[in-house]
């Protein structure tokens, strides 16, 4: 389904050339990107309902309950069972429960001898390694700390869902409806299936949905970047240059999470240096790195359970998922939502197949669909066709073109004078009367993205303002790429387009180019829009029957003649292809030589 970018001279570079290329850029990223020691990442996976708050505190408070009677007595009888229900019955509903009453309601609690069995299991693995990592050096190789984090991990998963789907507690029907387990890949330093290069990463978390009424299944699919929720990134000791190092190593791998899941609007990641353990916040230019939380202290045990008790209860798109994307079966088509233009309905469409990957950790993250207008039979799944190319069935309609990206914008929309949307707009309207044989990117639907929080119904604007909170207000240290307000967006265009390197001959090429500039000038003159960014890249070829055509798209760049004139010209553009003005930065006025 997937096409890359850039994937065809990658593939000529031997796999070691490559991994050295990647790890190269990856520590550069590092020192311009990464900012360390921000409390409020954790914020950022806090549920936002206060009932959901409080629920996640309870089930804190009763892993860390189960933890202490374990590390006093190593296993979980039916008698410290029942004083742990006694105990945690008595803080969280205040029901006089005596404890011969409570042991013997723990034995009666389905699944009890279950959840005994296994969080024994796991207790006995991650707790005798804890006390000693870093201090005594009882993990010799970071493969030994592999399973530990695993069964750490997969522990808090067994607490929760026991909590859930077995205790009878006051806040059992609190469970939000998008909750789910948070649980690692069985395997370790393993290469998921949808790399590019040689890179193998060290631990791999997935979701799975809880199920009121039913076990979950934790049935563990192959590894594949397309499924990963997190990666945690292993070093065996704290050290700065270790630290370091897990960072690189957790962008290098985080940027396949973006170029495979459609949905992911951004990503998360740990880093686990010694017993440190640092949650990763990826945001189109920064990755926020918490504060270490070392499972040494009581203190940094309960804020690494508290985050994953907080991922399994926040909303789905705190997460960093795209909840206007959706399939319905694994292996089926993506079905998107698109908002609808000056107030319209928006409209859901199905993706036939992925043009353009966002193949890059940091920047607008662009991804291109080709797609059809929903049937009213896609809404039920009823999906035959699957993710094939089906865009010639006679039930659906013309094929269009879904351009999903993350833009530069103004916070106070009057100010957003560079906004593709009105671009389009005033191309689609001027062109319409002015010529007929020029082939335009032509606007159907789209526009900027809000989304309703499944969480508390309240619908926001989706800008990186909006999802980093007061850590998009932080200021940036020395060196480090500015933080800058983006806006998401998602706009539905024709004609669909292929690759300039499609053309066949030469001909079809020079066919192409004279279009795009056909194109480039009646934009120039009837819409008063400098383009700023000709490339390869830019230029499309358009088959309509026969006849071959050319269409220059993206004007994420674009500038109008008024703007321009009234402000200093930016450097803008696709290197190689800059005009010497734009090269040293001029301060002169652009034309449409300078494209």
Known sequence: MTSHAGSMSNKMKPTNEMDAERLKEAVEQVSEYVHEDKDGVLLLAQPRQETTQQLSANIVGFILATIAILDKEDSIAAESTGRLLFEFQQQTSRRQVTRMQARKEAAEIHGVSDFVQKTQSLHSEFRSWIPTVGISGTA????????????LIMFVAQCIEFYHLSLNTPDSDSFPSDGCLIYPYSQQDIKPKGGDDGSRIDIGL???????????ELKEPSVEYEDIFAIAEVKLKSSTSDVNNAFAQLLRYTRNIYKWQVNRRFAWGLTVCGADIRACHFSNDAVFASAPMSLLKSQGLRQFVTLLVDWSLCSNDQRGYDPDFHKFEKGGSWYVRIPG???????????????????????????????????????????????????????????????DAWAYSKEDLKDDTRDEVGFLQTISKELSKHTSDVVYPELLGGGRVSLEYSDTGTT????????????????????????SFREH???????????LKTAKSFDELMAVLADAMLCHD??????????????????????????????????NNAITTREQSATRPGRTGTFPLMSINNLENEGVPRTALDD
């Open 140 to 151: 010799k190789r970071e493969r030994d700390i592999y399973q530990r984090i695993n069964n």
């Open 522 to 555: 009646a934009v120039w003159r009837h819409c008063g829009i400098l383009h700023r960014d000709i490339s390869d890249n830019n230029t499309l070829v358009v088959r309509q029957g026969d006849q071959v055509r050319g269409l220059l798209i993206d004007f």
């Open 206 to 216: 997935v979701t799975a949905p809880i199920k009121p009424g039913m076990k979950t």
């Open 460 to 483: 926001v604007g989706d800008t990186t303002a909006s999802i980093l909170g007061d850590l998009y207000n932080s200021e940036s240290t020395d060196g480090k790429v500015p933080i």
């Open 489 to 499: 967006k998602r706009l539905v265009m024709s004609p669909v387009g292929e690759p």
């Open 341 to 403: 233009l000056d107030g319209q309905e928006a409209t859901t469409y199905k993706i036939v197949t992925q043009m353009v990957a966002s193949d890059r950790l940091f920047g607008r993250h662009t991804r291109c669909f080709k797609a059809v207008e929903c049937l009213p039979s896609d809404a039920t799944g009823n999906d035959s066709t699957n993710s094939t190319d089906n865009s010639n069935n006679n039930n659906y309609g013309p094929p269009v073109v879904i351009k």
